[in-house]
């Protein structure tokens, strides 16, 4: 392990947080101004063979993957090959149906095209289909006009994106980031990893019930990487696509309310968009849910990175280095596009062109930082006039839909060292 002096308040936070209980296996890295500075791991890779954290070990980072999707979409941009500012169906024409003609690039970047759901159920047999759940998409009516409103696309986001990214290359995200932003950068990071990438992956595993005020301890699932909160769960293989007039009503009082009431209540609904956005494809149909080397291997491109801390921090060193994207085109990127209350997570989000700012979502310690969270704590982060990049993977998965406590301290000791 390493750690710059001056940023040994990072450690010790880093260490505490296995002292106490907080973690199973995790690793942390700092990029300052393009040297790294923090590069920590500790822990147990699998709870169920004692297999040690080391310093190579991925882990499966879930929603980290669209800030690297969007990257991709915006390297292509910038190739002319296509504009984010025109409609999708210029590249894509069968999207034009169900009154989608002018939905733009820019509004499935920024969870503005209305499509977080795909309501018809995605079958195990088509998980590493992208091209076929992006065309239940395309043949879907918005659930609110595109551009007016906007709602986190937990999965839809990828299989949307991702089939832009195919239908003006011929190739997946998977592939792109593979040739022209790991391979290059020499990063450990993968969208659909490969045989070797799986075996040496950290196993996922489900930390404490919702609510608990106790340090987080592992439960004893068979299948822990089942990560959500029961209804949450429940919700998802229901499936259902049935009442989404009613449940749409019910959320539009919920966001009323305070966050955490409408939160709570939309986790219970399994007619949320929350719960429906998050259910399909179904992770949970396969045994282990995010563990299964079909999730590991289909590298959807909203959910699918595998990465190590190091890994992901690079991203992000390399984008805010101009290694990846012009100055200009990221600049233009982090504008954000929309800010406020959010149809699907019920509490303010905040996004520019696929990445998170700011927000109830996004707790970010500068207001010039930038990234994605992952279900269950993972985090990728920059700040660019600070000259930070930043990666956290972990295997003992907090209950909640994005960030968690551990990364906020470590972040937090972050900003205090500088």
Request: proline fraction near 7%.
């Amino acid at each position: 392990m390493h750690c710059d002096p001056r940023f040994s308040r990072v450690r010790e936070v880093f260490e505490r947080q296995f002292a106490d209980g907080s973690e199973l296996g995790a690793a942390f890295a700092v990029y300052l101004d393009g040297e790294l500075v923090v590069d920590l791991w500790d822990g147990v890779a699998d709870r169920h063979t004692g297999r040690p954290w080391e310093r190579g070990t991925p882990a499966f980072a879930y929603s980290c993957t669209k800030a690297i999707t969007a990257a991709v979409l915006l390297r292509l941009a910038e190739r002319g090959l296509v504009d984010v500012r025109a409609p999708v169906a210029e590249v894509w024409p069968e999207f034009a149906a169900g009154g989608k003609g002018a939905t733009t690039v820019e509004h499935l970047l920024s969870h503005q095209a209305g499509l977080p759901v795909v309501e018809e159920p995605v079958p195990v047999a088509e998980f590493e289909d992208q091209p076929a759940i992006a065309a239940r998409l395309a043949r879907q009516t918005p659930l609110w006009e595109p551009g007016s409103a906007h709602g986190y696309h937990a999965l839809s986001y990828g299989f949307l994106v991702g089939e832009v990214v195919r239908r003006v290359t011929g190739k997946s995200v998977g592939e792109l980031v593979a040739a022209e932003i790991a391979g290059p950068q020499k990063l450990e990071l993968w969208v659909g990893a490969p045989d070797d990438v799986i075996d040496g992956a950290a196993r996922l595993t489900a930390g404490a019930r919702p609510g608990a005020d106790r340090p987080l301890k592992v439960t004893e699932t068979e299948e822990p990487a089942r990560d959500r909160p029961r209804a949450v769960q429940d919700g998802e293989r229901a499936q259902a696509v049935q009442g989404g007039e009613r449940a749409q009503a019910a959320q539009d009082g919920e966001r009323a309310q305070d966050p955490v009431t409408a939160l709570t209540r939309a986790a219970l609904d399994p007619q949320s968009l929350m719960n429906r956005a998050l259910g399909n494809p179904g992770m949970n149909l396969l045994k282990g849910g995010a563990n299964h080397p079909v999730i590991l291997r289909a590298g959807w491109p909203a959910a699918g990175v595998v990465t190590t801390a190091r890994g992901l921090a690079g991203f992000y060193r390399a984008l805010i280095g101009g290694d990846l994207l012009a100055p200009a085109t990221l600049r233009e990127a982090l504008r954000p596009r929309v800010a406020g209350p959010d149809r699907v997570l019920l509490m303010e989000t905040s996004f520019g062109l696929g990445f998170m700012r700011p927000s109830m979502t996004f707790l970010a310690p500068s207001r010039t930082a930038f990234g994605h969270s992952g279900m269950g704590g993972s985090l990728g982060m920059a700040d660019p006039e600070r000259g930070l990049a930043v990666g956290y993977v972990m295997n003992r998965m907090a209950d909640a839909l994005s960030g968690n406590l551990r990364g906020v301290r470590l972040l937090g000791a972050v900003y205090d060292s500088l």
